[in-house]
């Protein structure tokens, strides 16, 4: 029998086996000689040992068609990266560096700006404006008016996506609007530091129609950029790319150089300022990195 791995918990993995449940499962010990650990998002091959207690074995993994490492998963598509319009306001750096983070794993992300019910300015439209023109798949949505949820819906239909972002931004709303199986935990925003409470305390496949899955993770509130040099981190803004024939110097890194086309482009207007003061802030950080 065929499934998929949707949960893992304490050495138990859930197996989701369409048109039959799911299967609460071991994995078999030539996993841990071969030094192969199954992860969620899995497809595996079952062995039922008790289907009226729907009790298995996992005995084989079938062949992963990507990997993520953090969070660790199997098979995942594309990420849906959730940030607020307000209430808590947007970090653009936490939220860039996440787009970072799936570029190195070559996961395609779409951003997903929530509350925007709450957007009395207006300023969700700009944030819009100014990720599409990045290249970015980006949508405004409000999960406590129902608005734009169908637009998500489309863009996972056939896919397994991630679903990730700082906490208290509305994730598990979003989630339970899209699924109808499993109501999630819904965290509270802290009214003193307008932030949420972590309310996803492990990864899950949430199963929303064929071939179509939906992973919660937990909130995040910082990332590291792991394994990156400074210079390539101007690979990882994709508008920077047309204006780099302008530049005097090969390997210019936008900063000092006399001659820029990319500074020129911020001057301009062409690339957004606060895309580039984020990417001027990782490089120092890039730069300034200790190595062990």
Do not use: W
């Not at 030094?35 to 062995?47: I, R, S, W, Y």
């Not at 983070?101 to 395609?108: A, K, R, T």
């Amino acid at each position: 029998m065929q499934g998929k791995i949707i949960k893992g918990i304490a050495g138990f993995y859930y197996v989701f086996v369409n048109g039959s449940g799911i299967y609460e499962c071991k994995a078999k010990g030539i996993f841990r000689k071969d030094n192969t650990k199954p992860l969620v998002g899995d497809d595996v091959e079952l062995d039922i040992l008790d289907k009226e207690r729907m009790l298995g074995n996992i005995e084989k993994i079938g062949q992963r068609r990507s990997q993520l490492i953090r969070p660790a998963v199997a098979n995942v598509d594309q990420a849906l990266v959730v940030f607020s319009v307000v209430k808590p306001q947007p970090n653009f750096n936490l939220l860039d560096r996440f787009l970072i983070m799936m570029g190195q794993q070559g996961l395609p992300c779409i951003i997903c700006f929530n509350k925007r019910d709450l957007d009395d300015e207006g300023a969700g439209c700009e944030y819009e404006r100014v990720y599409r023109g990045c290249g970015y798949q980006t949508l405004l949505v409000s999960a406590a008016k129902n608005q734009g949820i169908d637009r998500i819906e489309a863009l996972l239909q056939g896919k397994t996506t991630t679903v990730a972002g700082p906490s208290g931004v509305g994730k598990s709303s979003l989630i339970n609007l899209l699924q109808s199986d499993t109501v999630m935990e819904t965290g509270s925003i802290s009214a003193k530091i307008e932030r949420g409470k972590h309310t996803t305390r492990h990864c899950e496949l949430i199963a929303m129609g064929k071939d179509t899955y939906i992973l919660d993770t937990p909130g995040f509130s910082s990332l590291g950029l792991f394994n990156l040099e400074k210079e390539q981190l101007g690979d990882f803004y994709p508008e920077f790319a047309e204006y780099e024939k302008y530049c005097k110097f090969g390997g210019c890194s936008h900063l000092t150089e006399p001659v820029c086309g990319v500074r020129t482009a911020v001057t301009q207007g062409q690339i957004s300022r606060m895309r580039y003061e984020n990417y001027a802030m990782l490089y120092e950080e890039l730069k300034n990195r200790k190595k062990y």
